[in-house]
């Protein structure tokens, strides 16, 4: 749920197995929680989710904008434990109890369409939850084409 500009509620009662990633947690990222990821969970198929990504400081930060013109473009994992591994991702996106408020990104369900079928599927994604003025805006919305130039 949208909340001032661009920051969100943390509806923690809304729960899926599946997440969307669209940066540093995709399959080609070479950080450990990606491989985590990869080990932790099924990759299942590229989709996507109406919104707006930024370029935050050399890692994306997408924001929900549920009527919006833009879309961001990432992967959807089914997870092999999701309580399990949302909580070591967490900390990785430094949300969560022990990190400053307000968090730098939120986790929330939100409707993601895979790239195979139109209809829509509930996914966990992390959204940023900060102030997006003099971000540069990726407007094509995929962190991968962005970070190789085109």
């Known amino acids: 749920m949208i909340w001032g500009n661009n920051f969100y509620e943390h509806p923690m009662n809304k ?49 929900y904008t549920p009527r919006g013109a833009y ?34 990104y939120i986790r929330t369900v939100i409707p993601v369409h895979p790239e195979d079928t139109a209809v829509p599927v509930s996914c966990w994604v992390y959204l940023y939850n900060r102030d997006t003025s003099g971000r540069q805006q990726i407007m094509h919305g995929n962190y991968k084409r962005f970070m190789l130039g085109f």
């Open 15 to 63: 729960t899926s197995d599946k997440l969307f990633v669209y940066g540093t947690l995709m399959r080609v990222a070479a950080h450990p929680a990606a491989e985590y990821l990869k080990t932790h969970g099924t990759y299942l198929d590229r989709g996507s989710f109406r919104g707006e990504l930024f370029e935050i400081e050399k890692y994306p930060g997408a924001v």
């Open 71 to 104: 879309h961001v473009h990432g992967e959807i994992f089914l997870l092999d434990s999701p309580d399990d591994v949302l909580a070591y991702l967490d900390p990785y996106e430094e949300t969560g109890p022990g990190f400053p408020e307000p968090h730098e």
